[in-house]
């Protein structure tokens, strides 16, 4: 089976929340997840997990919508959409990842390009200005520089 295929299968499947998967989950179809999957899935398809759906293990398909949980890793090749009920206790990659701020991720998010190339961020550190108000610099005169342990010292010893 050929995974991130363009053209989405339009056949569906449906796991009720009454029903429980014990293995791999593979196919070339989109559907929904309302029970519990004790094993990897992996679908060429949008796959949609329930509010009372339950992955344990890994997830790999086109299209990923979590309103339920999943304990392993998340990768689809489209998009993944983590709403305000979605938990994942792993690494999530795709491009685009909309995670809302009431969901629950614990892993590291990776935003995929095209061609599964990683866009890394680095950080850069400028210099602070340092510059002070005379204000502020009569507020706190009663404060000192210990030089020995470059702290703070209250000379009225009021901390």
Request: hydrophobic letters at 35%; proline letters at 3%.
């Amino acid at each position: 089976m050929k995974f991130f295929e363009k053209n989405v299968p339009t056949n569906s499947f449906f796991i009720s929340n009454e029903l429980s998967i014990f293995g791999t989950l593979e196919g070339n179809l989109s559907g929904r997840i309302e029970g519990l999957i004790k094993g990897d899935v992996k679908i060429n398809g949008k796959v949609i997990v329930g509010e009372t759906g339950v992955i344990e293990g890994n997830i790999k398909c086109y299209e990923l919508v979590v309103n339920g949980v999943i304990h392993g890793d998340a990768i689809a090749h489209a998009s993944i959409v983590v709403s305000p009920t979605g938990i994942i206790h792993g690494n999530v990659s795709s491009n685009p990842i909309f995670v809302d701020p009431k969901s629950k991720v614990r892993g590291s998010i990776k935003k995929t390009m095209d061609h599964e190339v990683s866009k890394e961020i680095k950080l850069v550190q400028v210099p602070e200005k340092k510059i002070i108000d005379s204000k502020v610099e009569e507020e706190f005169s009663d404060l000192s520089v210990d030089s020995k342990s470059a702290g703070l010292k209250n000379k009225n010893r009021f901390w």
